[in-house]
C-alpha cells in the first residue's frame, strides 16, 4: 500500500489516531494511486514471479493480497485459474472503494489492521503483502499474523523498504530545515532480519538498491503525494511546507547531468513457507 515508514524504536502498535491518519491519507490518495505506483509495481512483480514460478498444481488455493490498496495486484491473482478464493485486506476504506470499483465479481474486500487481522487460523494459502509492513508499528506482530492464518505449506510474499530510501530527499531537507523531519525513517536491513527470524524460521530475506530518475524533486514530491505517502512522524511541520523553502531543498538536491535526479529505495522481499 505505502511508501513511507513510521520511525524504528516506536512503542509496539501504533496508536490509533496514527493509524487513521495513515487510512485517511491513503484514502485521499485513491484515485491518483495506481497512476503513481511505480516502485510498487516493480516490487510487487517481483514477487508475482516467484508466485507463478512456485504455484502448485493443486487447484482451490485461498489467496490473500494483504495491504491491497487499490487492487491492481489482486485483480493480477484473480486471472489465475488455480485460485479458489481471494480476498483484500486494507486498513484504508478509500482504497477499498477503489478495489471493489475495479475489481471482478468474487472478490473479497475487508477493511482490516494487519496486526489484528479478522480471519481465522490456518485458512489461507498464499499471503501477498506488497510495501504495506513498513506502515506498521509492529512489523513482528504483523508476520505472527501471517503465521497464523496460513495453512501448514502455505505459502508467504512480503516486500519492504530499508533504511537508507529517499536518502538524497532527506539530505537535501536536512540542509535547508534541519530541525523538522521531511522523510520517515525505514528499519535497518539487521532489524528486520531479526524480526523475520524470530517470526518465520527459515525465511529467505533478499536485497536490492533500486534507483528511480525523476524530472526533478518536485516530481518526487508529487509522486509520493500521489501515492498517499506523505510523511506523518511526529518531527514534522504542522503547517504547510512554504515555497521559498520546497524551493531551498530542490537546489540542495543533487542533480544528474541532464537536470534530472534520482531517487534511491533500499528494498527487500521476504519468503517463507509455513512448515
Known amino acids: 500500500m505505502g511508501v513511507m515508514s513510521r520511525s524504528p524504536g516506536a512503542s509496539a502498535g ?37 508466485f507463478e514460478f512456485r504455484q502448485s498444481p493443486a487447484p482451490d488455493l485461498t489467496v490473500l493480497d494483504l495491504g491491497c490498496g487499490t487492487g491492481w495486484f489482486t485483480r493480477k491473482f484473480a486471472d489465475f485459474e488455480q485460485i479458489e478464493s481471494l480476498s483484500g485486506v486494507d486498513l484504508s476504506p478509500g482504497m477499498l472503494a477503489q478495489a471493489r470499483e475495479k475489481g471482478p465479481a468474487g472478490i473479497s474486500w475487508i477493511v482490516g489492521d494487519a496486526e489484528h487481522l479478522p480471519l481465522p487460523d490456518r485458512s489461507i494459502d498464499v499471503i501477498f503483502s506488497n510495501l504495506m509492513i513498513q506502515w506498521c508499528g509492529d512489523p513482528g506482530a504483523v508476520l505472527r499474523e501471517c503465521r497464523r492464518i496460513l495453512r501448514p505449506g502455505g505459502f508467504l510474499m512480503v516486500s519492504t523498504l530499508l533504511d537508507g530510501t529517499l536518502r538524497e530527499l532527506k539530505d537535501a531537507w536536512q540542509a535547508v530545515d534541519p530541525d523538522h523531519q521531511h522523510v520517515n525513517r525505514f528499519e535497518t536491513d539487521l532489524a528486520l532480519q531479526a524480526k523475520v527470524r524470530a517470526e518465520l524460521p527459515g525465511a529467505v530475506v533478499e536485497n536490492r538498491a533500486i534507483r528511480l530518475s525523476y524530472d526533478s524533486p518536485m516530481a518526487l514530491a508529487g509522486e509520493l503525494r500521489h501515492l498517499g ?14 515555497p521559498g523553502r520546497m524551493r531551498a531543498m530542490c537546489k540542495q538536491y543533487p542533480r544528474e547531468p541532464d537536470g534530472t535526479i534520482m531517487a534511491s529505495y533500499e528494498s527487500a522481499w521476504v519468503y517463507w513457507q509455513k512448515p
Do not use: H, P, W
Not at 505517502?229 to 512554504?242: D, E, K, W, Y
Open 229 to 242: 505517502a506523505g510523511f506523518r512522524g511526529a518531527g514534522r511541520r504542522r503547517v504547510v511546507t512554504a
Open 14 to 50: 501504533v496508536s490509533e489516531t496514527l493509524k487513521s491518519d495513515i487510512a485517511r491519507g491513503f484514502g485521499t490518495a485513491s484515485g491518483t494511486y495506481e497512476t503513481a505506483s511505480r516502485l510498487q509495481r516493480f516490487m510487487g512483480n517481483t514477487m508475482l514471479q516467484k
